[in-house]
């Protein structure tokens, strides 16, 4: 459910454009400004969209939107955990087809905007950093085959076949990672078209829940070999948010018995629209209904941006799934253009395990 | 009714009126012109130096124009590098500067500072200027906003110039623009207050005849000033109009100056209201003077007779004191002032006894002496103001001349040779050693290595360039030192230095001194064996031999000097290829020299263009307003020259003496003219340009261009002479001769 996050940043780039990158958020939060979003000849997936590999890794420029997403639960050699974030967005400004030739560089086109986002949790600690390009510059830009995502000289490469390199820094942090991706991709939702409200909008939504993942991280100064198992997710749509939409909960799960289980809930009380996905320890994909998740924050956290719930409670009785989710301490903000929360969480109940979370509209910010 | 009766002395004499409106019209013009280029390119360093603050400009090595693969390449590799497009968009060579807000983003975090607002007052989006820049001249340039950043192969820091006091230099040069355009104020005020005066002389008797039906004296001085005042705002207006037409007009090689002597091009900035209040501000403060004389109740003598030239001495002395002890160019320019101020007040004493009759002197010559005697009393303003357009003029142009002179002579030496190499990056110029010297194909040759190296004083260091080369060969031996020890390039081959003028000034440099200098970080303790000329380079240089440098040194720039043999044009694509063959690369950057010469010939020329052009206009303003004011006062005395022909000079006898009469009167006042363009030549040359710009000029006159301003000034005289005799005669009356006035 990183979508409504990624959906409201992206949507927010144009803005920071006009004001030079220091604009402040504006009032109706990331929901509303990924509504009020320009969609005028930007393509709307539908159910019956498929998604088409290895050409949907790639870049669509006919969409608005989309976003190549990785959280990390790792551990340093001295068994220490470690988590950690990398995120690339893309917001067309004007649509194009996939087959249409892009602009030409030396008109430094504004035809999409990207933006990066790469953090480090680590002992109670947390680092972060974002950069912005314009696209069709070659600052950044996304291809299929090979597999290559980058911003600068943030990217994700494939270096072989089967396999990635990951890297990226920022103030007092940097990694250097070798990704092996394992196991199935996972498409949510119908075929990978994943319903964001109850009227039908949504996105194309598909993931890798299974990357193993070595290297290096430096904090401070400090190297750390570390290993452990990623969590990619590819997402793209031109809108899908109710602008009363704001804010939501996003978990993506790695549990002991095998199982993976991804859960995302938009909006507060009634009006809450739920979702998510458990992948049996089988391997068999089964998507949830809305009906079928109950999630409901246990214990908040005073954080200096305000009150966020940082332990939950998620039942999904018809999977006999009962887990408690709880962030390690310490403050995981992602102090950005648009603020919000992005941690590692430990998983307990009727199975343990561990995984992200990211919740938007929380504290201080929209 | 009042008012009617009052403006019927303009019904009466519309040439006063137009000369008055011309002269308040092209004042303002010429003001408002220099206001709006100076005002806007230092509204431009401004924004630039803003932005840009901390920021260094990339260059590659290869001397190629970047581009935005450049960019993109740069910042894959993890350098905050960002992208600054400049497009000229008007025609008076005005640019915006084209960013791209998202890729600022790092440098945001690199410094402090905020955002430009991209309302094209000078900054656009990079992809509007992009857009811009397909029909219009362009330059992208790449700036890395983190210092710490390492360069990647290939790349290299242009000097940062901040360090240099570029800012610093371009505001002198801007602010002799301002000096300039103020010397124009002044001369256009005595232009106007003397065609104001000489009206209201002429309208006494109307005035009295409308005192004694019973005006009051107060109305009346009212409605003067008011009609003052909209002559005022008449000529304000349009005068503004066509001074920002004439900033438009001169912008473009203003601006290319700018940017080819301080790195600072001229952007589109918001034109505020502040130019124009100021020009107005300017222009009422020139009519007040004119008013003033309304405001007394009555004329009074001076209480102290012969005050003017008592004031105008003591102005001289003060003024020459001063400029020679002058230390900023404020002062320079106060002095400067004092002195023509000075020159002004002293200058109709001095001429009224130039012009007094010898004893023994022809009735005629009497006669013609005696009259020039009165016009010059009447025409003194007028007078003083050409006398200082004048001035200026000769001074501009021996400023100009001698800077061109010593400049072609100075390029001339620097541009020794026939062709100019860049040596490819990586490679080392013995690699080529055999190729030049194969006699055929080289005459002679000297490398050029350019870097930079700090110079240490105390615990503070700064940056320099240097150059070093091969101070063997003839080609650099024949360079003109200003000022060196004994046998300077024999000191400079066991280790001595030649620093450049602008580092001599600045750290009171001369040939023995001792320096500390740091090369590649190196400290060394070197000579001074000599200053030389270095004209239009804002830096401090150090220039060593070759020999000298650091093994290991890195220049940021190496080049070849070649000579060809005496038939080398044919070789020339020989000694190329075979240059690129033996360091197997292609496309090697070779320019000749003689279009380096040309190039730079045609920036000195635009950096001039605007000096000259405003001296001239000046001159021209001054010519047609003493043109007109002598007009209207010899034509105020006709009736008194057409006595000439009851004593029996008729017909071309008759205008041979008007002719004399006109020419001698334009002679004293060229006669004035001469010492006070010498005197600000030198001032110029001398004491204000060295201030400005840390080098000084010889000082030269050129009598031949002092012979072109006088035959320009016959002409004139011949003008009114010849206009004066095709003029109706009046009738002489009998009441006219008794009364002995003049109309």
Redesign the interface.
């Given at each position: 459910m990183k979508m409504n996050l990624l959906f409201a940043l992206l949507a927010v780039?144009p803005v920071?454009?006009?004001?030079?990158?220091?604009g402040e958020p504006s009032d109706t939060g990331f929901a509303g400004l990924a509504a009020q979003g320009q969609q005028e000849g930007f393509r709307q997936p539908a159910p019956g969209d498929l998604v088409r590999l290895p050409a949907d890794w790639g870049a669509h420029p006919e969409y608005r939107i989309e976003w190549w997403y990785l959280t990390a639960n790792l551990e340093t050699a001295a068994g220490q955990p470690l988590g950690l974030q990398w995120t690339q967005f893309r917001q067309g400004l004007e649509p194009r087809s996939t087959d249409d030739p892009a602009p030409k560089?030396?008109?430094?086109?504004?035809h999409s905007?990207?933006m990066a986002h790469g953090a480090v949790s680590f002992g109670g600690q947390h680092w972060f950093d974002?950069?912005?390009?314009?696209g069709d510059?070659?600052?950044a830009g996304a291809t299929a085959a090979p597999l290559q995502v980058?911003l600068?000289?943030w990217?994700l490469m494939e270096v072989a076949d089967g396999q990635w390199q990951l890297s990226a820094?920022g103030?007092g942090w940097s990694y250097e990672l070798a990704l092996v991706p394992e196991g199935q991709v996972v498409r949510h939702g119908e075929q990978g078209f994943s319903a964001k409200t109850p009227d039908g909008q949504g996105s194309m939504y598909f993931s890798l829940t299974d990357i193993a993942i070595e290297g290096e991280v430096v904090l401070d100064g400090q190297s750390h070999s570390v290993s452990g198992l990623g969590w990619l997710d590819r997402e793209w749509s031109s809108r899908f948010l109710r602008s009363d939409q704001r804010g939501w909960d996003w978990f993506a799960l790695r549990l002991d018995d095998g199982s993976r289980l991804m859960v995302f809930r938009v909006g507060d009380g009634d009006n809450a629209y739920r979702s998510g996905t458990w992948v049996d320890p089988q391997g068999q994909v089964h998507s949830l209904a809305s009906d079928e998740i109950d999630l409901a924050a246990l214990d908040y956290r005073e954080i200096n941006q305000g009150r966020v719930p940082v332990a939950w409670q998620l039942d999904i009785p018809d999977r006999g799934l009962s887990l408690e989710i709880r962030a390690p301490l310490g403050t995981y903000w992602n102090e950005g253009l648009y603020p919000y929360w992005e941690s590692p969480v430990s998983v307990s109940g009727s199975v343990d395990g561990s995984g992200y979370m990211e919740l938007t509209g929380y504290g201080g910010g929209p | 009714m009042l008012l009617r009766a009052i403006l019927s002395h303009y019904r009466r004499h519309p040439m006063q009126l137009l000369a008055l409106w011309a002269i308040l019209t092209l004042a303002t013009a010429l003001w408002s012109g220099v206001w709006t280029l100076t005002d806007q390119a230092r509204d431009s360093m401004q924004v630039g130096d803003r932005q840009l603050a901390g920021q260094q400009l990339l260059a590659r090595q290869d001397g190629a124009e970047v581009t935005v693969e450049d960019f993109a390449t740069l910042r894959r590799q993890g350098l905050c590098v960002v992208p600054w497009l400049e497009v000229v968009v008007g025609s008076g060579g005005a640019r915006v500067i084209g960013v791209d807000p998202l890729a600022m983003s790092c440098a945001d975090s690199a410094r402090s500072g905020t955002a430009p607002a991209l309302d094209g007052e000078p900054f656009v989006d990079i992809a509007e200027a992009a857009g811009l820049a397909l029909k219009r001249p362009s330059r992208l340039r790449l700036y890395l906003a983190r210092e710490t950043d390492r360069l990647p192969e290939g790349w290299r820091r242009q000097p940062d110039p901040s360090a240099l006091d570029t800012g610093e230099l371009a505001d002198s040069f801007l602010l002799n623009l301002n000096a300039l355009a103020v010397l124009v104020v002044l001369v256009s005020a005595l232009l106007i207050r003397s065609v104001y005066t000489l009206g209201l002389a002429q309208r006494r008797h109307g005035l009295q005849l409308l005192e004694r039906y019973g005006v009051q004296r107060r109305r009346l001085r009212r409605y003067l000033l008011l009609e003052l005042g909209v002559l005022a705002l008449l000529g304000a207006l349009p005068g503004h109009g066509l001074g920002l037409l004439l900033a438009e007009m001169l912008g473009a090689g203003f601006g290319a100056a700018m940017d080819n002597l301080f790195d600072t091009g001229l952007l589109q900035t918001s034109r505020s209201v502040t130019g124009f209040l100021v020009t107005l501000g300017v222009m009422t403060l020139v009519v007040a003077w004119c008013g003033l004389d309304l405001l007394k109740v009555r004329r009074e003598q001076s209480f102290i007779p012969g005050w003017k030239p008592m004031a105008g001495f003591t102005m001289l002395v003060a003024g020459v004191v001063l400029v020679l002890v002058a230390g900023s160019l404020v002062v320079a320019f106060l002095a400067t002032a004092l002195l023509l101020a000075g020159a002004g007040l002293i200058t109709p004493w001095l001429l009224q006894r130039l012009v007094l009759p010898h004893r023994d002197a022809s009735p005629l010559h009497l006669w013609r002496r005696r009259e020039l005697g009165v016009l010059m009393r009447r025409l003194a303003l007028p007078l003083v103001a050409l006398q200082l357009a004048a001035g200026t003029v000769i001074a501009v142009h021996a400023l100009v001349h001698t800077f061109e002179g010593t400049f072609n002579q100075w390029l001339g030496q620097r541009l020794a040779g026939d062709l100019f190499v860049e040596v490819p990056d990586g490679k080392n110029i013995s690699t080529v050693a055999s190729v030049l010297s194969q006699g055929h194909l080289v005459d002679s040759w000297h490398p050029v290595e350019r870097g930079q190296v700090a110079l240490v004083d105390g615990d503070q260091t700064h940056i320099l360039d240097l150059m070093a080369t091969d101070t063997r060969s003839p080609l650099v031996r024949e360079w003109s030192l200003l000022h060196a020890s004994e046998a300077p390039w024999r000191a400079v081959r066991k280790g001595a230095v030649l620093v450049n003028e602008q580092l001599a000034r600045r750290r009171g440099l001369a040939p023995g001194s001792r320096v500390s200098i740091l090369v590649e970080g190196e400290r060394r303790q070197v000579t001074v064996a000599g200053i030389y000329a270095d004209y239009g380079r804002p830096s401090g240089e150090v220039l060593m031999d070759v020999a000298f440098l650091p093994s290991g040194y890195e220049p940021g720039f190496r080049s070849l000097t070649i000579t060809l043999p005496a038939s080398g044009n044919s070789r020339q694509a020989s000694l190329v290829s075979a240059l690129e063959q033996a360091w197997q690369v292609n496309g090697l950057q070779v320019r000749d020299n003689a279009t380096v010469h040309r190039i730079a010939n045609r920036i000195f020329r635009q950096t001039f263009t605007l000096t000259r052009a405003i001296s001239y206009l000046t001159l021209g303003l001054a010519v047609v307003a003493l043109l007109l004011t002598g007009w209207v006062v010899l034509g105020s005395r006709h009736w008194y020259y057409q006595l000439l022909t009851t004593w029996g000079l008729a017909g071309k006898a008759w205008f041979h003496v008007m002719l004399r009469l006109t020419t001698e009167l334009m002679l004293v006042i060229w006669l004035a003219a001469v010492p006070t363009g010498i005197a600000l030549t030198w001032v110029l040359v001398q004491r204000i340009n060295p201030l400005a710009f840390g080098w000084s000029l010889p000082m030269a006159v050129y009598p031949g261009f002092w012979l072109e301003l006088m035959a320009l000034l016959a002409l004139s005289a011949l003008i009114v002479a010849g206009a004066f005799y095709l003029r109706a005669p009046s009738q002489v009356s009998a009441p006219d001769l008794a009364t002995g006035e003049e109309r």
């Open positions: 780039i920071a454009t006009l004001v030079g990158c220091s560089a030396s008109l430094w086109p504004l905007a990207w974002e950069r912005f390009a314009r510059t070659g600052q980058w600068d000289h990217q820094s103030d | -």
